[in-house]
C-alpha cells in the first residue's frame, strides 16, 4: 500500500484545511487509518483513528471538535477536515494505515504498517 498525503499549506488561526490521503495498490477498505502530527524535535503525536469496517472514530483530546475524519470509498481515500485551527496545530501530517485487528492499541506509532510522506500544515497567529 502506498499513502499520499496532501492537502496542507499556510493557514490563520480560525481557518480551516481539508487534508486528503489516498492509497494505492490496495483499497481502504481492508485497513484502518490514522492520522498523526510531528513538529521538529518532537515524537509523533496521534491525531485520530477510524475503524473502517465499522466507521468507528477515536479522536485525540487536543483537537476533539475540531477535527473530523472521514473516508471515501470510491477514491479510496480518507479525510482530515480542520476546522477552529490554532498556532499548536502546526506540524507535518501523516496519515498511515494498518492491518485490521492489528491492535487495541490505536495511538502508537507502533501498531502502524503503512504510512504516507506527510503533508505540513501551517497555522498562524
Known amino acids: 500500500v502506498q499513502l499520499q498525503a496532501s492537502g496542507g499549506g499556510l493557514v490563520q488561526a480560525g481557518g480551516s484545511l481539508r487534508l486528503s490521503c489516498a492509497a494505492s495498490?490496495?483499497?481502504?477498505?481492508?485497513?484502518?487509518m490514522g492520522w498523526f502530527r510531528q513538529v521538529p524535535g518532537k515524537e509523533r503525536e496521534f491525531v485520530v483513528f477510524?475503524?473502517?469496517?465499522?466507521?468507528?472514530?477515536t479522536y485525540a483530546d487536543s483537537v476533539k471538535g475540531r477535527f473530523t475524519i472521514s473516508r471515501d470509498d470510491a477514491k479510496n481515500a480518507v479525510h482530515l477536515q480542520m476546522n477552529s485551527l490554532k498556532p499548536e496545530d502546526t506540524a507535518v501530517y501523516y496519515c498511515?494505515?494498518?492491518?485490521?485487528?492489528?491492535?487495541?492499541?490505536?495511538?502508537?506509532?507502533?501498531?502502524?504498517?503503512?504510512w504516507g510522506q506527510g503533508t505540513l500544515v501551517t497555522v498562524s497567529s
Open positions: 495498490g490496495r483499497t481502504f477498505s481492508n485497513y484502518d
Open positions: 498511515a494505515a494498518r492491518y485490521p485487528g492489528r491492535s487495541s492499541v490505536v495511538d502508537s506509532t507502533q501498531v502502524y504498517d503503512y
Open positions: 477510524i475503524k473502517w469496517s465499522t466507521g468507528k472514530t
